[in-house]
């Protein structure tokens, strides 16, 4: 049975005409069943036979019949044919149904500080939906294919993506209460040169040397800097009384604002303002799973940050 496996004979729509043959035990109606001359079919069974190298059917009176060998290829080959046709059902399903795993790229402190609780939240309405995420403050580390979604600042205009906008960044000047009182509170940028600064300088975003209200632009120094790639890390120093950051995004400080361990400053100026974008592969906007996701995700974070917004407005009189 070996030749019945060369690689010539691995032509599954082949056998699965030739198995119809047998069943049928005519040529004639396996070709008006498939829109096929009766000479087509036979010469496809001929092209087996030689591939083979066996007869595989003769004719007994007016029927064909299967000879020993084609029997045992049915033995063999028809069951890799149903495996076949169940495989390529589950792949052509796979893209459509609401289960599987969706690949996300973001920002380690978002990931941490916002994307996690939304992924459990998601999990809830969806556990048939699992995930895998790339944490990098380089959106170009999770931009190569290897993500199905992916969250940074934006848009980038990559021909290879879809964007979404979800929102404007909202980035908060904030301290520690015990910094303030021991430095005193800063009402405008000139005053941050008696301050010390902390620096976030991740590769999400670059510094920016100025601050801005009503479009007005003004650049400002400090009396000395800590700088930390990490945001995270900037926070920590903020809360431990380290200095001023100017750029807090909303959802890494507004727990701790409510709670009374940072307070915000220079209420009004904030460096420029940035958008915050998700995207998906063009090949990834098919999936069904993935446009469940991003629909969900980009309502339930814009209520979130509306709903942030409101209470720093309503509690702490700040204008963002």
Request: glycine share 6%; charged share 25%.
């Amino acid at each position: 049975m070996q030749s019945l496996f060369n690689r010539k004979t691995h032509n599954l729509g082949l056998w699965e005409l030739f198995f119809k043959v047998m069943e049928e035990g005519s040529f004639s109606r396996v070709a008006d069943q498939r829109g096929l001359e009766r000479t087509q079919v036979s010469r496809m069974i001929k092209t087996l036979e030689a591939e083979v190298g066996h007869e595989l059917l003769v004719r007994n009176g007016p029927k064909i019949v299967p000879t020993h060998v084609a029997l045992e290829a049915k033995r063999h080959i028809a069951p890799l044919l149903k495996a076949f046709d169940e495989a390529l059902l589950i792949t052509k399903a796979s893209g459509q149904e609401e289960s599987g795993t969706i690949r996300i790229g973001a920002r380690p402190g978002l990931m941490q500080a916002h994307l996690v609780p939304l992924l459990k939240e998601f999990q809830s309405l969806y556990p048939q939906i699992t995930f895998d995420i790339i944490a990098d403050d380089d959106s170009r580390a999770f931009m190569r294919g290897q993500t199905d979604l992916m969250l940074y600042y934006g848009p980038v205009n990559n021909p290879n993506l879809i964007e979404t906008w979800i929102t404007r960044s909202a980035l908060i000047p904030c301290a520690a209460p015990a910094y303030i009182e021991a430095e005193g509170m800063p009402m405008h940028p000139k005053d941050l040169s008696g301050h010390t600064g902390i620096i976030y300088t991740g590769r999400a975003r670059k510094p920016s040397e100025v601050l801005e209200m009503s479009g007005q632009q003004t650049a400002y120094r400090w009396k000395s800097t800590m700088r930390f790639n990490n945001i995270l890390a900037a926070k920590a120093a903020a809360i431990a009384e380290a200095g001023i950051i100017l750029d807090m995004p909303m959802h890494h400080c507004f727990k701790e604002i409510v709670r009374g361990e940072l307070v915000p400053v220079l209420n009004g100026w904030h460096v420029p303002q940035l958008d915050n974008y998700i995207a998906c592969t063009v090949e990834s906007a098919k999936i069904k799973r993935v446009q469940r996701f991003l629909e969900w995700f980009v309502q339930r974070r814009r209520e979130i940050e509306t709903e942030m917004r409101h209470r720093l407005q309503q509690e702490f009189g700040l204008k963002i």
